[in-house]
């Protein structure tokens, strides 16, 4: 490591500067594990068991309050966020106004602030006004989502089904058909593996937003601002274009090597934590993109993605990460292209708060530093005197 930084506000020295923060420990959380195990634990749990057993509302309501619910508690949890799936009217009105052809992760980050001006006590950030605020966001986000989607299409709003969970009433608000019971599955899976990460891009910047003691409204909208970019959430939405334009499994290889040719990312692969196996969540969702494609008979995007996996890892030994796979998942569904990185939204809003919520418990304004590159002593000149 070259000469550290020295802080000269303390008598501290710091560590050296690491391009994109890569490597350094920017918090202490204990929301999610991503140990060199192989696993990924949400408050000590292991994503296998809780892809295999559990519903987006049991993780959300161990991300959020640290322990899985008991029957009483996700019975009430559940039936609350069923309840609270409406808009303020105002809010729906303005949605309603905004161009037909904006993309849903505009229209989400426009909604979330709106929903923060009609909650009128938006500015508390206790804990319990975090916890409150949170279990709206996490059933309000996905009607703002379908609410949005239909009116640009011209088609007729579908109120929420209080009687499903949130992954299914998710699809319903969007289709106006309740899932079969396998995509209701797959899809409720899709969302738990989505629902938290560590300290990603968007949570980090969540947390520095935070820190500065703004209201969770202000922190969200941080947050969906940064998931859109195509090298963190928007990628599985790049990752379906990109099995669009290969068609077939043939091209896979071909397209590939072009690709890497022109030194382009593939989007869906690499990750700058998992980097020597693949992401644990990929291996998952990649057992259900081809029981999905088996079941519909369509396994085109799943054989196409395996080629280009095989390639990806002998060209530049790089692995998928959980977006390449939820994107067959998405595509064999037939839900809309555009709204893929929305869904990661609706589901990382639990992890995004209780980051939220726990950086604000034990809060130290988050403000690192950075190295002078630029020139030192030049000289003022007036006007007339410069070239
Ligand atoms: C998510 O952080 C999280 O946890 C995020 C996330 C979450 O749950 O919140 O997991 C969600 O964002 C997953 C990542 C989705 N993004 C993509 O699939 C976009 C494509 N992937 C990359 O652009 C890239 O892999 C990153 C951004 C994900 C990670 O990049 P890093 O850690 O900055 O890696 P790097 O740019 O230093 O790359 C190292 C090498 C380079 O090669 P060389 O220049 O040294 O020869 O690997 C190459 C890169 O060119 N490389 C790729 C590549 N990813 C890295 N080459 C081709 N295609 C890729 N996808």
């Keep these: 490591m070259e000469d550290a930084l020295v802080d000269k506000s303390v008598d501290k020295e710091f560590p050296v500067f690491s391009p994109g923060l890569e490597g350094v420990i920017a918090a202490t959380s204990s929301i999610c594990d991503l140990s060199d195990t192989g696993d990924i ?11 295999k057993n559990a519903t987006y509302e049991e993780v959300a309501y161990l991300l959020l309050l640290g322990k899985l619910p008991n029957r009483k508690e996700l019975k009430k949890f559940t039936s609350e966020l069923a309840r609270k799936r409406a808009l303020p009217d105002g809010v729906a009105s303005i949605i309603h106004k905004l161009p037909k052809n904006s993309h849903p992760m505009d229209v989400l980050r426009t909604g979330v602030s709106l929903l923060g001006l009609y909650d009128g006590k938006h500015q508390e950030t206790s804990k319990e006004a975090n916890l409150e605020r ?6 309000q986000v996905p009607v703002l989502l379908t609410d949005f989607y239909r009116y640009a299409r011209v088609l007729k709003s579908i ?3 209080k009687t499903l969970n949130n992954a299914e009433n998710l699809l319903y608000m969007l289709t106006g058909k309740h899932p079969n019971d396998l995509s209701a599955k797959v899809f409720n899976v899709s969302m738990i593996l989505y629902a938290e990460h560590e300290l990603n891009a968007s949570t980090f910047s969540a947390r520095v937003t935070a820190s500065t003691l703004t209201d969770i409204y202000s922190t969200i909208t ?3 601002g940064t998931l859109r970019g195509p090298l963190h959430g928007g990628a599985n939405e790049a990752v379906a274009k990109m099995l669009l334009e290969i068609g077939d499994v043939s091209k896979a290889e071909a397209w590939v090597r072009a690709a890497l040719s022109r030194k382009q990312r593939v989007m869906g692969f690499g990750h700058r934590i998992h980097r020597t196996a693949e992401d644990p969540r990929s291996a998952i969702i ?3 993109a081809r029981e999905l494609g088996e079941n519909t008979g369509k396994t085109k995007w799943y054989d196409i993605c395996t080629a280009i996996e095989d390639e990806m890892h002998k060209q530049k030994n790089l692995y998928p990460n959980l977006d390449l796979y939820t994107a067959v998942v998405y595509l064999l569904m037939g839900i809309p292209i555009e709204l893929y990185t929305p869904i990661f939204v609706c589901s990382r809003l639990a ?3 209780a980051h939220v919520i726990e950086q604000q418990e034990n809060n130290r304004l988050i403000r690192p530093r950075s190295i002078y590159t630029g020139p030192k002593n030049l000289q003022y000149l007036q006007l007339d005197e410069r070239s």
């Design 351 to 353: 992890g995004w708060s």
């Design 159 to 161: 109120g929420a089904d």
């Design 222 to 224: 941080s947050a969906i």
């Design 41 to 51: 634990l949400y408050r000590g749990y292991s994503i296998q068991d809780l892809a």
């Design 286 to 288: 990649k057992r259900y």
């Design 134 to 139: 949170a279990k709206n966001l996490i059933a």
